[in-house]
């Protein structure tokens, strides 16, 4: 009896329509209308992070401009035009991997193939996948021909570097710029695959692989299925974890809590047994600063915000913390953290400068800043406990001394009192120095007057 072959997870449940991309709602929105108005481009260009659907993307899109029988804008996937395209042997959808093709020569076939028609279908189209990787020389031998290609020839892009194409070509494409796939859209993609799979997986497990998927829809079903052989069709937190290594959900959030209540020995503690039991270190940066993260976008646009990555639980624990510290801590704390990021790529000890700055982050968490001190003395000047001479005080502290002394009673030195001086003082003067005109009488007032 022949056995069945196993299809990786990745091939298997790859998307087959615009319906089944996860996360470029933007990009599908745009291919569907284009369709439908029958404005399609000469060229388009999909730049984006590995294993987000770039190259699955300009397969749909090119089944749904050759399909014999869409429905709609979709593909049906039974025609020959879909069958062939999805299997890779259609004669008017070619393939180039510009990471091994990226020479004058390889672009050649292209530029002398334009010239016919294609053989059952409404398009020719090429596409290049990690376009970045052609020599300029090729570019600049295929420009022409991507300016102004024949009316039956269309061509799609892939890069993950779209930095690295040139201007030239991209002025040419229209770009779409694919974006990561959020950790709930893959958790829930995953849950998905695990029922048509029977495969009985946790909750807190399937974070844990989108969270080491980065992003990236590709990675993460591959991971699920790397578990799936390894503890066979029941896959637990603590599973995923080690092939990842990171740290689990409730230990994250514990350390967190410890940050912000100011709790050293609880973040040493933390940073010991991770450590020990082999995480990643360098990735524990990354997630708390996501973490943090989060907790400003709670903070900002409350715990229903679109942009919030988390699910339903780690929710309840972002709300929770939010309400217990000052937006301008949380800012210097991602501050901290995304300055220890930057220098674990050159530092030696990575547990040394972690521990570091995550003390450093807990005397941020409870040192009062400016704003708050601000704030307590508008409240105690608002309740009547401070008055206004004590509240500008400060301004002035050398003021206070001189106006409480009493007038009367003036501090002079001892040398500046000289004592009364004798009838025969005058005759004391120096000798260069005249004397002192005697004070004028009345008499003498009243001659002068006369």
Known sequence: MSEQQHIPLPLKYRPMTFDDVVGQEHVVRTLRHAIEANRIANAYLFIGPRGIGKTTTSRIFAKALNCTSPNGVEPCGKCVN?????????????????????????????????????????????????????????????????????????????????DKVLATIVSRCQRFDLRRIQTNDIVSRLRHVCELEKIDAEDDALLAIARGAE???????????????????????????????????????????????????????????????????????????????????????????????????????????????????????????????????????????????????????????????????????????LSAEVAVAPAAPAAAPVASAPVAAPVKPPREEPPAPPVAAPAASAPDEPPPPPPPVVSDIREAVK
């Open 82 to 162: 879909c069958e062939e395209i999805a299997a890779g042997r259609s004669l008017d959808v070619v393939e180039l991997d510009a990471a091994s093709h990226n020479k004058v020569e390889d672009v050649r076939p292209i530029i002398e193939s334009v010239q016919f028609k294609p053989v059952s279908s409404k398009f020719k189209i090429f596409i290049i996948d990690e376009c970045h990787m052609l020599s300029t020389a090729a570019w600049n031998a295929l420009l022409k021909t991507l300016e102004e290609p024949p009316p039956h020839v269309r061509f799609i892009f892939a890069t993950t570097e779209g």
């Open 215 to 385: 992003g990236g829809m590709r990675d993460a079903l591959s991971s699920l299925d790397q578990l799936v052989s390894f503890k066979g069709e029941k896959v637990t937190e603590e599973d995923a974890l080690g092939v990842f290594g990171l740290v689990s959900r409730s230990a994250l959030e514990g350390l967190a809590g410890a940050i912000l209540k100011g709790d050293v020995g609880a973040i040493l503690s933390s940073i010991e047994a991770f450590d020990s039991a082999g995480k990643n270190m360098r990735r524990l940066t990354g997630e708390l600063l996501r973490h943090f993260r989060n907790l400003v976008v709670v903070q900002a646009l409350g715990p229903n915000a679109k942009s919030l990555e988390a699910t339903p639980d780690q929710i309840k624990v972002l709300a929770a913390q939010a309400q217990a510290v000052d937006p301008g801590r949380l800012f210097r704390i991602c501050d901290q953290l995304a300055d220890a990021e930057d220098k674990l790529r050159y530092v030696l000890s990575v547990r040394t400068l972690i521990e570091m700055t995550l003390i450093r982050a807990s005397r941020i968490a409870t040192t009062a800043t400016v704003e708050e001190l601000m704030k307590a003395v508008r409240e105690l000047k608002a309740t009547g406990k």
